[in-house]
Structures are given as C-alpha cells and as structure tokens.
C-alpha cells in the first residue's frame, strides 16, 4: 500500500463516527467502543505531550509549594505567609493541606461526581447546552462552539452562589448530588475567603490584629462572589500521546480550588516546561486565576496550565472557581498601583471574559493580554 492509501485509509478508520457523535462528549464515545482517537481529536504536533521515555521522568513532575492551613492560624501565620507571597509570585499554584474539609466530604464530592459521569447517557444529556450562561451545563471539550480540535474531556458546570437560588436547576441524580455538592461548595467557599484573607495580608491589603482591609471592602464583596463548580471527567485514551484533556489555558477568576483524584494529569507551565503536579491525597491545588492578577497589579501571575490524559484510568477532577460578582468591574487595587510599578492592566468584567472566550483562541494566555496596559 502506497504511504497516501495508507494515511487515507487511516483517516476513514479514525473518522468512522458521525461528526454529531462528537458534540455527545467523549464519554460517549468511549461508550461505543472506539480504538483510535479520531481526527477531531489530534492536536497539531507542535502542541501534542512529549511523551517520550524521559518525560515520564521525576525531571518532569513538581512538587508545588505546599502552604499548611493550620499553621497559618497559629503562631507561625508569618513565616507561611511568606511562602504563600513566594508561591504566588513564582509558581502562581500550591497545594493546600491541613484545610479543614473533611476527607469524608472530599471523598463523597468525587464520588457522587464519578457516579454522575456513570449514568447512562440520556440522563447526562438532559443537562447539555452550548448556553455559557445556563445555571447547569453538561458539555465535553474547551469551548464546545468554536474548538477546532476537542478534548478528551467532559464536564459538568454548575453555578453555586447563591445556593438556594441555583439549586433546583441542579442534575437530581444521582441523588445525593444536590446534597454533596451544596455542602461541598459552601466548605471550599468558606476555605476560599479565608485564603483571600491571607493573600490580601500578604499583599499589604489585610491587618490581622487590627481585622480591617486597607482595601475597599474587598472581602466583603468576595462574600457575596461568584462561584462555579467544574467536575471534569477524563476517559481513559486508547492515544493519549495525539491529544490533551485541557489545552493549555489560564483560570478567569481569582482563586480555583482544584480537587484532583489519585490520577495525575494536570501540567502547569513552569520555566517555559510543562511539569506534572504530583497529587497529594486530600489536597486541594490552588491557583491564582486572572483576576487576581490584575487585582495585584501583576505581582501574583494566573500561570498555564493544561491537562494529559492516559489510556488506563479515568481522571475525576472538581474545580471550584472563585470571583467577585459576575457583573463587578475587576481593576488593580488602587493601593497596589505606584509611580513605580503603574498600573498595568485595563478594567475588565465576567462578560468581557465570556465575549473573548467565545470569540478567540484562549491557548496562550491571549485574554490577559488583551486587557494589559505595558
Ligand atoms: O482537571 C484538572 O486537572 C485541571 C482542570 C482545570 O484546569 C480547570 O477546570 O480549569
Ligand atoms: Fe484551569
């Protein structure tokens, strides 16, 4: 067979679904028994993983700075306090342990979303729409409408703030999910506010003695935030090594708390490397997301981050992200912008965010930069 027969046939073998099977997600197709990533899938070489025998290296993992949450209300909060300002300025991530949530609220959260990724597909379908702004949205890839090439990932969106409001719109199965997630939510809401704290101090911004922001009301406003929850879901891949779970992207908001099972798969981009983040059980992964970045004037960066997939185990993860209102303007703090260090990005807003995702390509870290002054 000549090389073009040959790459020709492969296509047709790797294309053998109908192009409206892959808005069904990627479960779904895992379901009907594929053997080859499709076409759809395959990113261009250039993006692809290294896959190659020496990526799988410890050279390739990181260990992110690990910041002790019950040390940081005790009598050592200064010395974590610089770890956390360490943490934010070079890694824009770190692991968070001692937090408080229970490992029985952890373990139930990924539970009841592994159970949920299980239901037949009809029951998981109710809840798709390509709407950004819908309370619940079922949907697989980045940016369903307007991906080239998707990912290996399905996800369940749901907006939680506040919960007496979005909670009818919730999937009702399985049947403890309300529950789960409205209790899992307001835990990680009330961890994020109290990471807030700490960050705004580090900052400058927060005096714990004197409990006063030199910052207008910002926690206040933090209070009454956004937050949405993402369950991923990642099927195993019969080729990893031709696609990603997530492309490389930065978080919108200011804080996300991610929850990740046993299964590796998050990379951050860390001195022009990909490096794998070692799971640490019961952990949450943090990272500063775009807002804070501004609202720091650049001193915190929202750092890339993409995802591998692997072709044994499925990958669960839960990520919890955290803003101010959806329609508060986010600007640097006026305290944090001097003669020399002016201020560095324009005003921006949750619908500019949402307007620019669906309108560009959100690889490179293109929303930030759209909105940086110098
Ligand atoms: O699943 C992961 O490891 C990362 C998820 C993520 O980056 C996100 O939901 O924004
Ligand atoms: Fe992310």
Not at 91 to 118: L, P, W
Not at 153 to 164: S, T
Not at 169 to 198: C, G, I, V
Not at 325 to 351: C, G, H, W
Request: aromatic share 10%; net charge negative; hydrophobic share 35%.
């Amino acid at each position: 067979m000549s090389p073009a027969i040959s790459l020709q046939s492969e296509k047709r073998m790797r294309d053998s679904q109908p192009e409206n099977q892959y808005q069904n997600g990627v479960k779904h197709l895992c379901e009907n028994g594929i053997k080859k990533v499709p076409e759809k899938y395959i990113f261009p070489v250039t993006d692809r993983p290294d896959t190659r025998k020496e990526s799988h290296s410890n050279k390739t993992n990181i260990k992110l700075p690990v910041i002790d949450f019950a040390e940081l209300q005790g009598p050592n909060r200064f010395q974590v306090l610089e770890s956390l300002t360490d943490a934010c300025e070079q890694y824009g991530f770190f692991q968070v342990v001692n937090h408080g949530i229970s490992t029985d609220a952890i373990s139930s959260m990924t539970d009841v979303c592994k159970r949920f990724f299980e239901l037949p597909f009809d029951e998981r379908h109710k809840y798709m729409t390509t709407d950004m702004k819908a309370p619940v949205r079922y949907g697989t890839s980045f940016s369903q409408n307007k991906d080239g090439v998707y990912c290996w990932r399905d996800f369940l969106k749901v907006v939680c703030h506040p919960v007496p409001d979005v909670l009818s719109h919730w999937p009702s199965s399985p049947q403890d999910l309300r529950e789960q997630a409205a209790s899992y939510s307001m835990e990680t809401r009330n961890l994020f506010l109290m990471l807030m704290r700490a960050i705004l101090e580090s900052l400058g911004l927060w005096s714990a003695e004197m409990n006063i922001t030199k910052e207008n009301d910002i926690l206040e406003e933090l209070q009454e935030g956004s937050q949405m929850m993402v369950a991923n879901c990642y099927p195993p891949c019969p080729e990893p090594e031709l696609t990603l779970g997530m492309p490389p992207h930065s978080d919108y908001g200011f804080l996300t708390l991610l929850l990740q099972d046993e299964v590796k798969g998050l990379q951050i981009q860390f001195e022009e490397k990909w490096l794998t983040v070692e799971p640490i059980p019961n952990a949450f992964v943090v990272n500063i997301g775009d807002h804070l970045e501004v609202f720091s004037n650049g001193r915190y960066r929202s750092v890339l981050h993409r995802v591998l997939v692997n072709q044994e185990k499925t990958r669960v993860t839960v990520a919890s992200l955290h803003s101010l209102p959806f329609e508060r303007v986010i600007q640097p703090s006026p305290q944090l912008i001097t003669k020399e260090n002016p201020r560095r990005y324009k005003d921006t807003d949750f619908a500019t965010f949402l307007e620019y995702i669906s309108s560009c390509d959100p690889k490179k870290k293109a929303f930030l930069e759209s909105i940086k002054l110098c």
